[in-house]
């Protein structure tokens, strides 16, 4: 029987062309879902940002990421440095799986007209980390399974003009996991069928 790892690759083989996309326009970023095997399951890599005033992200749960820089060559490289910046792992040694859908970015449920592109890697052996303290509060492994089978499922409430709006999410210990990175984990999961 196949595990995550293996249908995630089987699934993503063929969208690895893709993955030296060029960025599209200033406001594009990229992230890293960085996967390692656990015996029969897999885990995802998570980080918390720190807080930061001005950053509407500020404490989020996450996948390491950022925007496009001007020397990046292409969405996968700035997924791949960013994640070095923020948690300290190079990614450059480890294996490339493939790409997911592109994500419209929110900021407290609105959109932001920034696109996300996320990127997916499985850890080719053991890791540390050296988390940057400004960028990253936190930095946890998630089983993807625990998620599949809905353990983790949770929601998120905010107040917006007067409503109150309800997104769904996965309760990782003490964090929410919602919005955007909620988004791209569904499509892992649903990939790793």
Not at 107 to 125: D, E, I, K, N
Request: hydrophobic share 45%; proline share 4%; net charge negative.
């Amino acid at each position: 029987m196949a595990n995550e790892i293996d249908m995630l690759r089987a699934a993503l083989r063929d969208r690895v062309g893709g993955a030296a996309r060029k960025s599209a326009g200033a406001r594009d970023a990229a992230v890293a879902a960085v996967l390692r095997s656990a015996g029969d399951d897999a885990e995802v890599l998570l980080i918390r940002r720190a807080e930061r005033h001005g950053d509407p992200w500020s404490g989020h749960i996450a996948f390491p990421g950022g925007k496009v820089e001007p020397g990046d060559q292409h969405l996968r490289r700035t997924a791949v440095r960013e994640t070095y910046e923020e948690v300290g792992l190079d990614l450059a040694h480890h294996e490339y799986l493939g790409f997911l859908d592109d994500v419209s970015a929110t900021a407290r449920g609105a959109l932001t007209g920034m696109v996300v592109s996320p990127h997916v890697f499985t850890l080719s052996g053991p890791v540390g980390f050296m988390p940057n303290a400004d960028e990253v509060a936190e930095v946890f492994w998630v089983s993807l399974n625990a998620m599949r089978r809905g353990e983790l499922d949770a929601h998120k409430r905010l107040q917006r003009d007067g409503q109150e709006l309800v997104f769904p999410a996965f309760e990782v210990g003490p964090h929410l996991v919602w919005g955007l990175t909620h988004r791209m984990l569904r499509e892992l999961i649903a990939l790793a069928r």
